[in-house]
């Protein structure tokens, strides 16, 4: 299965658009905590996981995808949230902690939910597993063909949601595929210090479905991996497992001392970024036209600093209206 | 059929479910041994015959998933009931229900919906020990987003049990084991009662005044209004007049019912068969004392379980468990006619 000019120009915008977000963040998110660190300062406060040089995780399923499919998350969540197509508007006012964000502020960047494209996060390793499992059974149900995305760290193949989820999805057949973002690090510890298998998409024979491992964040390979999984789902064939080696070039949060890994390891992973990569494909291998590419990233770009402008000039929200929408 | 049916606590939740699951194709059920077993304590007998495996789930041992499951199902909008065989497995599973059905609704400023019951089975009696005896009311009422019931009996089984699924909010469904009227577990009379046969509902947060009197209030919820029952007919005899008030659920709490009967009898004892320290009689007893500690015309007490977790040996269950002698004595303190 190869991408279309219209599959890969969507890819290459989203990628672009969810990296240029993140490198935005990562800039606002330092205003107001310098000379000292303080993590609770700034326009942007909290705990910031940016997910820069996992692109491809986001755009190469979600591509497949319809509105009415649901994606859950992790804590690392906004190039799958651009990639599903959350409004950014409301979703940058969200981790500005404004009124006019997702949730007027409950959430943050950890918790972004939107009914709309049907997405969700958890701050929580493993816990996208169960709601996505969830939504397929759903959709089974309800006699539709949507399906439902779990991503997951490879630090969340060691919790037992996960293999819970899997094994419940597996045996009902249910309509999910679970997507690994393998970035290396969970926080501070290498994959190869924390898990018996050296590719968590062996895992997936303990539960009889199929998994795949996509290697040196290829989009094109993941893009062809998670097509056929997408359509094996709809078609009522079950779930699939897709592990896909990807990159992290920040810290696990903003603020990482980053002293477990050795000091060359972005500048050696940047050389093959997957952005650069598909640029280069659709450049070199379609009739895509330069000006086109161009095109679309200046368009992301404007649309990620109208965000980030929606964000700043939108009101704190009201501190009494904490006490809202604890139920429904 | 007849007017005056006599339901078991667990025909009587059968029965609000099934009436749900006829009415609406969003409502399933989800658990361990749910199907063909019928529930452990009878709460799906007959649900699986009727309604079919698509609709009527045994699941694997894997709390975290199905519960997180019935989470993912509720907000792509369906209606499911998930049991927790036990209270006491929370542990294996608590993130999925307080940090995910609990929470996604303020997480998404009530965009996102949850409307998923969690039914569970709580508290002992019957030396089973300290991991499949526990109450947890206030574990589960602590933690904010989440509504929590506990019927007392079998007509509050159904109608409460019909708001909870009609409800657009995760509801923890705590059903006592020794109100289901089990074959081969004993039940106090009044457990089983009359049970309409058509559906009504029971708004959670209105107690109900289980009996009437003016003396002292004893409030209590689940098994413990049973207790609290036989005190006021032993008192009765040695001239208290004591009023019942059955709490029904504990979040959203009826504190006003409780303000208007210790307002005629000036007198408070709260009763409740979870533990003693952090939970439901302190918050019953605090709604009264930063409200208008002025109605008290005595030191509130309560009965609950002590701070131990629950022994096995019957003798020292019984110890700790609440019963009528406790609350009568708790009572008697709240009269003066015992040193407090």
């Known amino acids: ?328 | 059929m007849p007017s005056n049916r006599v339901l078991t606590g667990s025909r009587a939740m059968v029965e609000a479910i099934a009436h749900e699951m006829r009415a609406d194709p969003k409502v399933l059920v989800m658990g361990e041994d749910v199907g063909a077993y019928g529930g452990i304590f009878s709460s799906t007998t007959g649900l699986l015959d009727e309604f079919g495996e698509e609709r009527v789930r045994d699941t694997p041992i894997s709390e975290t998933a199905f519960i997180g499951a019935g989470v993912g199902a509720a907000m792509a909008g369906m209606r499911p009931i998930v049991e927790l065989m036990f209270v006491d497995f929370f542990g294996v599973c608590m993130d999925a229900i307080y940090n995910m059905a609990a929470k996604n609704t303020y997480f998404s400023a009530g965009h996102c919906k949850v409307p998923m019951v969690l039914m569970t089975a709580t508290g002992g009696g019957y030396d089973d020990g300290g991991q499949h005896s526990q109450t947890l009311h206030a574990t589960f009422a602590h933690l904010p987003g989440m509504k929590v019931v506990a019927p007392s009996n079998a007509y509050d089984a159904k109608g409460l049990m019909t708001s909870a699924i009609r409800d657009d909010s995760p509801v923890l469904y705590m059903f006592h084991k020794g109100l289901q009227g089990l074959a081969w577990m004993a039940a106090p009379e009044g457990a089983s009662a009359e049970v309409p046969e058509e559906s009504y509902t029971i708004p959670f947060g209105e107690a109900r005044v289980a009996r009437e009197g003016s003396d002292v209030t004893i409030v209590a919820i689940s098994m413990a209004v049973h207790h609290a029952l036989a005190a006021a007919e032993a008192l009765a005899k040695e001239g208290a007049d004591a009023e019942v008030i059955d709490l029904r659920s504990l979040v959203p709490l009826d504190r006003e019912a409780v303000l208007r009967s210790v307002a005629k009898t000036g007198r408070l004892v709260v009763v409740d068969e979870d533990y003693r320290s952090f939970g439901l009689t302190a918050e019953v007893i605090t709604s009264v004392v930063e409200t208008d500690p002025g109605l008290l015309k005595s030191a509130p007490r309560r009965v609950a379980f002590p701070d131990v977790p629950i022994p096995y040996a019957r003798p020292m269950e019984q110890f700790c468990l609440p019963d009528p002698g406790k609350i009568q004595a708790a009572v008697a303190q709240t009269l003066g006619k015992v040193p407090a």
Not at chain 1, 59 to 72: I, Q
Not at chain 1, 107 to 134: Q, R, W
Not at chain 1, 157 to 177: C, R, S, Y
Not at chain 1, 236 to 255: C, D, K, M, N, S
């Open chain 1, 1 to 328: 299965m190869q991408p279309s000019k219209e599959q890969l120009l969507w890819m290459y915008a989203v990628m672009a658009k969810a990296r240029y977000y993140e490198d935005t963040m990562a800039q606002a998110y330092m205003e107001g905590k310098s000379p000292k660190f303080d993590i609770g300062a700034g326009p942007v406060p909290g705990e910031m996981h940016l997910a820069a040089g996992q692109e491809p995780c986001a755009a190469g399923v979600c591509v497949h995808l319809r509105r009415d499919d649901t994606v859950t998350a992790t804590h690392r969540p906004h190039h799958v949230a651009i990639a599903k197509g959350v409004d950014l508007n409301k979703m940058t006012a969200e981790i500005f902690g404004k009124r006019t964000g997702l949730a007027g502020g409950r959430g943050g960047h950890m918790h972004l939910f939107d009914p709309a494209t049907n997405f969700a996060c958890s701050g929580i390793i493993g816990e996208s597993a169960g709601p996505a499992t969830g939504a397929g059974l759903a959709a089974r149900l309800q006699g539709t063909d949507a399906v439902a995305v779990a991503y997951l760290g490879e630090g969340a193949a060691n919790q037992g949601a996960f293999h819970e989820a899997l094994n419940l999805a597996a045996l009902w057949q249910l309509p999910v595929i679970f997507v690994i973002e393998d970035n290396a690090w969970a926080i501070s510890v290498a994959k190869d210090k924390s898990t018996a298998v050296a590719d968590n998409s062996l895992r997936a024979k303990a539960y009889d479905i199929p998994g795949v491992h996509v290697a040196d964040n290829d989009t094109l390979e993941l893009f062809k991996v998670a097509g056929k999984a997408v359509k094996r789902a709809r078609a009522g064939g079950g779930p699939t497992l897709i592990e896909v080696e990807t990159y992290r070039y920040y810290g696990h949060f903003q603020g990482d001392p980053e002293v477990y890994r050795p000091k060359d390891e972005v500048s050696g992973l940047k050389a093959r970024d997957p952005i650069l990569r598909l640029r280069k494909h659709m450049l070199g291998k379609t009739d895509i036209r330069e000006a086109e590419v161009e095109q679309a990233l200046a368009k992301a770009r404007a649309e990620v600093d109208a965000a980030f402008e929606f964000a700043r000039k939108s009101a704190d929200p009201a501190p009494e209206d904490a006490l809202q929408h604890v139920f429904a």
